[in-house]
């Protein structure tokens, strides 16, 4: 993936609308046109007794190698009361990971990338290049004719709130330059999307929103799970476990690939040797938990951004000081659909709408799983964590990865020290790629979900709203329209797996939701636990369970 910043006009027009602001009468100063009408009054300090720092004196030290790049643009931030950050990121194009990356963040806006073989060489470098922009801005500007500016003092940081008008050219735009490893993944989800729907033409409207789990090993790259989908159900809560909640593509395709894991629990667990060695798992002597083999990743595609926080809009500022800050916040809580639609938890809405079944977001879910695992409560007795190692978005409308990159690492940021043993925050390889998927559906078809898993002889349609496979559905398991992807389903699975690796605590479980929370499973709820606390105290907001009544249904 390549990174790439806003081109040097860009960023010198923002940092130019930047110092007519900063300086313009923003920090209780009298207001001044250009740095050359800046003067010096009865002394060389401000009214807070601080000397005042000349523009030309500071970067002639720079130029000269007396101050550090670092220090530099630090000094300068504070002249001109800017806000500053060296924010950690990814390395550019086709360079190693062993690389460090930073870029300087002024007042939102991202500059050039910096590396280097430690933090403290990338971090320089990352301000040498801000600098390297920022200088012809203040030469055009005239603060290098004798003009002194004054450190702004106690007033907080202005910050600058784009008009609807103006174009965001100061956030970060991500090249879509696939590497060949996401060509892989590509190619990979390319084939196997196409030729499912080939079997099944009248379902190509389905695939608006597509979401595909892919396995990485010595043996090549393999799709997995698919699933399509927008929708959650508009049906009351059963006790029967029969009803699919959500439907949206991500969660379609991770319940797809719980079915796959399944398929794989039964290799390892078969007392065949030759299918074992087909299992992608491994066993720990001491522990006795599985874990994916050493060569296996899991890499996840999604054709569109997922619903919730990493939909944020690109202009807003994680500021805490912004006038914007309750946007902000609202847009990065945590989130609920309703029947498709999105709300905020803080919205009032969603107390409005109690008898609704209510689902967290795509986006909090991936957060969740980030932390938790894609292998959820049952399989958790079995298995450590299953993390994915990249989320690849080939949504066309996207330019940038900062909502997912806020939502899915740094909303966690901290939790980890918190979290039971083998839970952590597993921070994927996030990259805008391509779109292979085709555009467009069928209105008729919008509500509809494909779900589809390695080893499926068919597809599986189902009814988003009614949370029921439809009747020309070319896999139904029974008259019921029951979803293999539903709990009774997975319940189903689980009980077959506990009764082949000869578990027979795991057998006795009276319900779905005992099965969830008995002994071998209690790390996860811990941690689950934990997370979701974690969120709360942080401001995000309180995650919002289903009716435990869903889960009180045995087989």
Known sequence: ????????????????????????????????????????????????????????????????????????????????????????????????????????????????????????????????????????????????????????????????????????????????????????????????????????????????????????????????????????????????????????????????????????LLLFFSKNNHLQEKSIFQQDEKTKLLSLKSDVKLHLYMNQLPKGAAQIPTHLRLNPLSMSAWEVNNQISLHVTIEGKVFSVFSSTVEQIASKVVSMSTTDKITQWQVLGFQGALLSHFMEPVYVSSILIGDESCSNTRGMEIAVNQRV?????????????????????TNITPAGVASAQRTLSINWSQGDVSLEVVNGLEGKTVEESPFKSGPALASRLCKAAMLSRFNLVAKEAQREDLMCAASYREAKVQMMAKPYQEAKSVFKSYLALKGFGSWVEKPSVSEHFSM
């Open 413 to 433: 940021d901290g939790v980890t020290t918190k979290l039971p043993m083998y839970y952590c925050v597993h921070r994927p390889h996030i990259s805008l790629v």
């Open 1 to 264: 993936m390549s990174r790439s910043g806003p081109n040097p006009v860009s960023r010198a027009s923002s940092f130019a609308h930047i110092l007519k602001k900063n300086v313009g009468g923003q920090t209780g100063h009298k207001k001044v046109t250009s740095f050359a009408n800046v003067t010096s009054e009865d002394s060389g300090r401000d009214q807070w007794g601080r000397p005042k720092v000349g523009i030309d004196e500071l970067m002639q030290r720079y130029k000269s190698g007396q101050t550090h790049s670092v220090s530099a643009l630090h000094q300068l931030s504070q002249v001109l009361g800017f806000q500053l950050d060296l924010k950690e990121t990814v390395t550019t194009g086709n360079v190693t990971t062993l690389y460090f990356a930073y870029c300087a963040v002024i007042d939102g806006v991202e500059y050039k990338t910096g590396m280097g073989v430690n933090k403290k060489e990338a971090k320089a470098k990352a301000a040498q290049l801000a600098l390297q922009d920022l200088i012809p801005v203040l030469e055009n500007q005239g603060a290098f004719h004798g003009g002194v500016v004054r450190i702004p003092g106690p007033p907080p940081l202005p910050v600058r709130e784009p008009s609807s008008s103006e174009p965001h050219s100061g956030i970060l735009v991500h090249e879509r330059k696939n590497n060949p490893l996401e060509e892989q993944i590509l190619n990979a989800v390319k084939e196997s999307f196409t030729k499912l729907l080939s079997m099944c033409p009248e379902l190509s409207g389905c695939g608006n929103t597509v979401a595909a789990f892919v396995t990485q090993s010595s043996s090549g790259h393999e799709v997995v799970a698919i699933g399509t989908g927008s929708y959650n159900t508009k049906e009351s809560i059963t006790p029967n476990g029969r009803i699919l909640h959500d439907s949206h593509a991500v969660v379609t395709a991770r319940r797809s690939l719980l079915r796959y894991l399944y398929r794989h």
